[in-house]
């Protein structure tokens, strides 16, 4: 995907999208410094925000979203998602739906922006990895592991939430930053869930097996199922999966199964500590998020065919409720 191409993404996903998006309570603009140590967590019940956070000394930006009928004395999971390259918090926010996800499971979602500008958008920055086109990450950027691994300590000040079930999914670069996490941050991530962008990043100084669910669309033209795509992409996404399976200490030979017309299931089990890796492969979608809102052609002519045929916000979540970190 070429920077224009990402911009392109950016402006349809905000002017096609956000026109029949329901933005339920995301009005409220607050800002938070340094820890956040002004609030106290559980708090702020059935609320969302925009906050501005300071970290290694650059302003950041997060969208949360509390479900409604939250209380301020219940702790609740929370699940980190990531935009993919090119694009911002709120595209994520549209381009998966997944505040409709958090009110009806009753979990929070926050939706963290990077912070390399990228056309209209922004990328992340990933360790040791090139961004589109082969370009170097500028120097001087910030170091994007650190930043949502303090993000996740802010929220926990702010909000209820429940150590145990801290979870992180992203598209595209997003998801690659969370395969990232998912070695880096192994003792605070429970499981993730990469849509269109799983990698097993190397070195992995992962501390446990860390259970993964993931997403891909057969006809994805951006990073291709079968791999041989951009520098950052050489490997295919089942080759990421098995390395993720020893990674894991998982049965040698996987299960196939399946799940819904063109999806097919690939289980990796009985690894180490009751993880699992699991990877939907969608046959003929693009470079989308499952079951995300309909997306206009102008887009899907781009990013390939859209597949409602399973719901990757269903899907991850229930994952996510089978592995807490304490399991």
Request: charge should be negative; hydrophobic fraction near 40%; proline fraction near 6%.
């Amino acid at each position: 995907m070429t920077r224009s191409l990402q911009s392109r993404l950016s402006t349809l996903i905000l002017s096609t999208v956000v026109a029949s998006a329901t933005l339920v309570g995301w009005s409220v603009a607050t800002s938070a410094q340094g820890s956040a140590a002004t609030t106290s967590g559980c708090s702020s019940p059935g609320t969302s925000a925009t906050l501005s956070v300071k970290v290694n000394g650059f302003t950041r930006s997060v969208i949360v979203h509390l479900p409604k009928g939250s209380s301020d004395s219940a702790p609740l999971a929370l699940v980190l998602n990531l935009h993919g390259s090119g694009t911002t918090a709120i595209d994520q926010m549209l381009f998966t739906g997944m505040n409709k996800t958090s009110n009806h499971d009753g979990f929070i979602v926050a939706y963290p922006q990077g912070l390399i500008t990228d056309g209209s958008g922004f990328d992340w920055n990933i360790p040791g990895v090139p961004l589109i086109g082969g370009r170097a990450v500028p120097k001087g950027s910030a170091n994007d592991v650190s930043f949502l691994t303090k993000l996740v300590g802010m929220l926990e000040a702010r909000y209820c939430v429940n150590k145990d079930e801290i979870y992180a999914t992203g598209f595209s670069g997003g998801a690659r930053e969370v395969s990232q996490l998912a070695c880096d941050d192994s003792s605070i991530f429970a499981a993730v869930a990469p849509v269109s962008g799983l990698r097993r990043p190397d070195p992995c100084p992962a501390t446990r097996a860390v259970p993964i669910i993931s997403f891909h669309g057969s006809a994805d033209p951006v990073d291709p199922f079968n791999g041989h795509g951009q520098a950052y992409w050489t490997y295919s996404v089942p080759s990421a999966e098995l390395k993720w399976a020893k990674q894991d200490d998982c049965s040698v030979t996987p299960s196939t199964t399946t799940v819904a017309k063109n999806v097919q299931l690939t289980t990796y089990d009985k690894c180490a500590n009751g993880a699992s890796v699991e990877l939907y492969d969608v046959e003929g979608e693009g470079h989308e998020w499952p079951g995300g809102p309909v997306l206009p052609a102008a887009l899907t002519s781009v990013l390939g065919p859209q597949s409602q045929a399973i719901g990757a916000n269903d899907l991850m979540w229930a994952f996510f409720e089978a592995h807490p970190l304490s399991s």
